[in-house]
């Protein structure tokens, strides 16, 4: 790991999506003289967290958590409601516009969906090549060899740099979206269930090319999964998220071997492992809530198992635990 | 690395030829479709070198003879002319006025349409993509040319603007933009939640970039299928007008017009005056009609095979 500023830091950040009404809502409500409910859905709700260069850091959570949200905001492709993302420790607004694209270029993606995340009706050529041509990262004469290198670099055989995506399988799919998001020499990538829809086969191969990408460009990832197993293979710290906020932060080893948050104990519990023999499987009860309307207090006590009053009322804080780990949860409080 | 088994060729099967020449063949399938592309061809080129091909200027007068007028088809006239068609009152040969008719047609239909392509598409884009008080806007305003008859705001903007056809094409645009207006939003809308655009936007290339190069491509398809419906429905629509009398002027005549010239001479017998122009205006139509059909099926991602 390296020292100085971390490269990435999100301070209270917080997104609302709104349902907004427009004008045949609002005659419509007027009409039947029902009132307009503004529904909104906090989906990251008043997140901090920091990402040192060259860690790794896992983002864990049941699907509709926030944590893609999460995700986005980091990658710059959804501007936060609240709080602020600081690249390097420098705030985008008192960036020069130079200074703010090299930062948009620092941070990439790599998406979930192999299929929808590459543009069906351009070339592979065009796909990897288009942003360096763009941002002037690369000559025109250089670009053949500059798209012949990335693709390479990630598996790919550059013979096949004047194909269409759907002509390539899902694993070669996800690599040209990973040569994409280093076309533009990235310092960070935020992978959103990079390899959840992959063949299981494939998915450790992409996994490994993460890895060894991660060694030979000196990248900082923020891994995104629903998938603890795959999180404990490849992050230095976990992050646990549960509707919209994060209630356990901490090195891996040391989460996996005691996680704290009931939710954590809840999820890990469940994950399968080699040797355990035959085992009855108990899900976490209950379900997510609805993000409309979330429970009171800390979203998690009506799944709680040591839920207290003090739960239903109030929303505990992330608060150290030990050293580099952090929980939310009031049980901390009574040890 | 682990297993190199990802590396391999592509997975090609059927797949080796670019999507447009599977996509043609899928099209030539349907002999209708492929009779019907063949008539379109013909009748474009056709009305591209009617100068050339028909037998006669018909509106040239020194070389129209009104003692050769109302003759019937196969006719010999009086310098020795052979009327394919007939003549009608002037002593004109239909052959020859179809041909210019249709040109005339066609241009008015097919401008139109590219126009009304133009400015839909653009607005419609505009609309998904900037979402909030101007998609509400453009959207009203779609809706709004799209409550009235087509027909009826045709005739009140040229009963307005007068005759001529940059009016004619002019009222055409402002009837049939909304309908790509519409469609192309609706594509747009579904296109821009896409992670490929979510990936454009995160290597920040530019608005304009990632709506025209990104997302306007994607769309298309179903421009092509409602632009060739819509030339066919402004070819009929412009014939309509000029029936009745406010479409293309009596020097420009179309198909429309000479439909509506013979119309008075129908009852007489003299059914040639009418009825040619009217089957060609029904051929082409009718083929345009078949070519878009079939595009629609080729080109829906849903009902692929």
């Known amino acids: 790991m390296h020292d100085g500023p971390p490269i990435v830091e999100l301070r209270d950040v917080s997104k609302r999506f709104a349902q907004h009404h427009d004008f045949a809502d609002r005659v419509a409500a007027l009409m039947t003289r029902k009132a307009l409910v503004d529904a909104a859905v906090l989906a990251v709700n008043d997140v901090s967290v920091s990402i040192a260069r060259g860690e790794v850091l896992g983002l864990v959570g049941e699907s509709g958590c926030g944590k893609s949200t999460l995700g986005r905001i980091v990658a710059g492709i959804i501007e936060p409601s609240e709080g602020e993302v600081l690249i390097d420790g420098t705030r985008q607004s008192a960036m020069s516009s130079e200074q703010a694209t090299r930062a948009a270029l620092d941070v990439q993606m790599i998406f979930q969906d192999p299929m929808s995340s590459l543009n069906p009706r351009k070339r592979v050529i065009d796909i990897i090549g288009e942003a360096p041509r763009v941002h002037g990262l690369v000559s025109r004469a250089e670009l053949d060899d500059y798209v012949c290198m990335q693709m390479e670099r990630v598996g790919l055989d550059p013979t096949y740099r004047q194909r269409l995506p759907h002509q390539f399988s899902g694993g070669q799919r996800q690599r040209i979206g990973i040569a994409r998001a280093l076309a533009v020499r990235p310092r960070f990538l935020v992978c959103d269930e990079a390899i959840a829809a992959l063949d299981v086969s494939i998915q450790a191969q992409v996994l490994n090319l993460f890895i060894e990408l991660r060694a030979s460009l000196d990248l900082t990832y923020l891994f995104i999964s629903h998938d603890l197993s795959v999180v404990e293979h490849v992050s230095d710290r976990v992050a646990i998220m549960y509707l919209g906020r994060i209630v356990e932060i901490g090195p891996t080893d040391a989460f996996y071997a005691a996680p704290n948050h009931p939710y954590a104990q809840m999820l890990l519990a469940e994950v399968p492992r080699l040797g355990g023999g035959a085992r009855d499987y108990t899900p976490v009860p209950g379900e997510i809530p609805s993000p409309m309307d979330p429970p009171s207090g800390c979203h998690f006590h009506p799944r709680c198992p040591h839920v207290s009053a003090r739960c239903r009322s109030e929303a505990p804080v992330l608060k150290p635990i030990a050293e580099g780990r952090m929980a939310a949860c009031h049980l901390n409080d009574q040890r | ?305």
């Open chain 2, 1 to 305: 690395m682990a297993a190199q088994g990802d590396h391999g060729s592509p997975v090609l099967a059927d797949q080796e030829q670019p999507q447009w020449r599977q996509q043609w063949q899928q099209f030539a399938e349907s002999r209708r479709a492929w009779l019907a592309l063949w008539v379109i061809v013909i009748l474009l080129l056709a009305a591209l070198f009617a100068p050339v091909i028909a037998p006669q200027n018909p509106y040239d007068l020194t070389q129209i003879d009104l003692f050769d007028g109302r003759l019937p088809p196969g006719s010999v006239g009086e310098s020795g002319f052979i009327y394919v068609l007939g003549s009608d009152v002037q002593g004109r040969d239909m052959l020859s006025a179809m041909l210019y008719g249709l040109r005339n047609s066609l241009f008015v239909g097919v401008l139109s349409a590219v126009f009304a392509v133009g400015i839909g598409v653009c607005l419609g884009l505009i609309a998904a993509y900037a979402g909030g008080w101007i998609d509400a806007l453009i959207m009203r305003i779609v809706d709004f040319m799209l409550g009235f008859p087509t027909i009826l705001v045709a005739l009140v903007l040229l009963a307005v603007l007068g005759q001529g056809v940059g009016k004619v094409i002019l009222a055409l645009v402002i009837v049939q933009w909304a309908y790509f207006a519409r469609a192309v939003r609706g594509i747009a809308l579904v296109e821009r939640r896409k992670e490929y655009v979510e990936a454009a936007m995160c290597l920040n290339l530019g608005s304009a970039r990632i709506l025209f190069h990104h997302i306007l491509p994607n769309c298309m398809p179903p421009v092509i299928v409602i632009g060739t419906m819509q030339i066919a429905s402004a070819i009929s629509l412009e014939a309509t007008l000029s029936f009745l009398g406010l479409g293309l002027p009596i020097t420009e005549p179309s198909l429309g017009l000479l439909i509506a010239n013979g119309f008075n001479y129908l009852m007489a017998g003299l059914y040639w005056i009418s009825v040619f122009p009217g089957l060609l205006l029904l051929v082409a139509i009718f083929s345009l009609n078949v070519v878009g059909d079939r595009l629609r099926d080729v080109l829906n991602p849903r009902l692929q095979r």
